[in-house]
C-alpha cells in the first residue's frame, strides 16, 4: 500500500479556485491509480475524479466536470485536483485514494486513503 497526505485545502469565496495536492510514499506509486473524493456533512462520501496509472484514463463526476482537473507527476510523486469555479455546494473534506491499476468511482474499492483536507466555499 501507498501513504497518501493531501494538502491545499482553505476557504475560498464563490466563484474562486483552490489546487488540492495528495503527496504519495512508496516507490510503485507509478502503479496506482487515483481517485478524489469528498463528503460533506451528514452526507455520503462521494467520487470527484479519477486518473489511472499512466494519466491516460480520467473521469470527473457530472458535478465538477469542466470546473475540475486531476493530473499527476509520478515523479513528484503527487496528484493535483485543480477546482476552478467553485460552488457553495463543493463545500467538503476532500480525500484522495489509491488503488493498483484502474480509477472506480466506488470508495470501497480503495485501500489506501488519506486523512482529508477541508475546503469551504462562501457565498
Known amino acids: 500500500q501507498v501513504q497518501l497526505v493531501e494538502s491545499g485545502g482553505g476557504l475560498v469565496q464563490a466563484g474562486g479556485s483552490l489546487t488540492l495536492a495528495c503527496a504519495a510514499s512508496?516507490?510503485?506509486?507509478?502503479?496506482?491509480?487515483v481517485g478524489w473524493f469528498r463528503q460533506a456533512p451528514g452526507k455520503e462520501r462521494e467520487f470527484v475524479a479519477g486518473i489511472s496509472w499512466s494519466g491516460g484514463n480520467i473521469g470527473y463526476a457530472n458535478s465538477v466536470k469542466g470546473r475540475f482537473t486531476i493530473s499527476r507527476d509520478n515523479v513528484e510523486n503527487t496528484i493535483y485536483l485543480r477546482m476552478n469555479s467553485l460552488k457553495p455546494e463543493d463545500t467538503a473534506v476532500y480525500y484522495c485514494a489509491a488503488r493498483h491499476a484502474v480509477y472506480t468511482n466506488l470508495p470501497a474499492d480503495y485501500g489506501s486513503w488519506g486523512q482529508g483536507t477541508q475546503v469551504t466555499v462562501s457565498s
Open positions: 512508496g516507490r510503485t506509486f507509478g502503479n496506482y491509480a
